[in-house]
């Protein structure tokens, strides 16, 4: 595994595993994979409701506390009681502090969260604290106002959505960029047949995925690769004994399309929350 220092001087594992639409016994299964196939960083959020079970596969599993990094995130519909919402979730994932807690989606009073996730820093109930989905100018407006400047900024990020503008910012302000979706979603998929990927997975005797997830790795963007399937489990995480030459990287930074599909405000899940809220 490889390690990112957090502007706060925690480490933080650059890859992890994703939860997102996992629910129930198959994400106890499937977390319990993941840490005995060498995962140590868990992502969930209260807006998956699969913190309980999160929390049981980490139970199963057997592995020390202390060897973990967990990330859940407040989703914006509890912002108003955000210090509630923590409690609740140290409560399902069964302990006594989170390693990461982010702000959901920049929406409703997420001031108010955020100066609850700073007190719940300062208790020591969270050892770090970040956003999800803010754009460079909500996040530099958010820096400006508060005391604690986010530790991460966790957004769609891939080989078709490379966000390199948005970096840009998170390194002047010293925010570490985490990506949801590091492999695409729905009709993303596309990207594992591009000739330059099938190139570089043949010459390293590695998958696309693999390709696509040391590509983010290289460029120092923390990854949560999600699959029920074991064999893809174990494949994601076995990117750390090849590296791709910095050629190789810009030859699949051009691939880039700059168009986000879960972040676009016509996304499904965007127009589904809006309909809800």
């Known amino acids: 595994m490889e390690f990112l220092t957090l502007n706060n001087g925690m480490k933080m594992p650059i890859l992890g595993f994703g939860t997102f639409r996992l629910s129930g016994e198959v994400c106890e299964n499937a977390v319990a994979a993941a840490l005995a196939d060498g995962y140590r960083m868990i992502d969930t959020a209260e807006a998956y409701r699969n913190e309980e079970a999160v929390g049981n596969g980490i139970r199963r599993s057997g592995i020390d506390r202390k060897e973990l990094f967990l990330v859940t995130k407040v989703n914006f519909k509890s912002y108003e009681n955000a210090g509630k919402i923590i409690e609740q979730s140290l409560a399902s994932l069964q302990t006594d502090y989170i390693d990461l807690l982010l702000l959901h989606w920049p929406f409703a009073n997420y001031y108010a969260a955020w100066r609850e996730l700073e007190r719940a820093y300062a208790d020591g109930k969270v ?151």
């Open 127 to 277: 050892r770090a604290i970040g956003v999800s989905n803010f754009e460079p100018g909500q996040l530099v407006d958010l820096i400006a106002y508060n005391k604690v400047v986010p530790a991460v900024d966790q957004i769609e990020t891939n080989l078709y959505c490379q966000r390199t503008e948005e970096r840009k910012w998170l390194d002047k302000k010293g925010v570490t960029h985490m990506s949801y979706a590091p492999l695409g979603q729905g009709n993303r998929n596309e990207m594992y047949a591009e000739s330059y990927v099938l190139e570089l997975a043949e010459k390293y005797g590695k998958t696309p995925a693999q390709i696509m997830l040391r590509f983010l790795t290289q460029k120092g963007i923390v990854v949560i690769p999600r699959s029920t399937k074991e064999a893809h489990i174990k494949e994601n995480i076995d990117i750390f004994d090849f590296s791709m030459t910095p050629e190789e990287i810009k030859g699949l930074a051009a691939l880039d399309q700059k168009t986000a599909l879960i972040g676009n405000p016509q996304s499904p899940e965007l127009v589904e929350m809006s309909l809800s809220w």
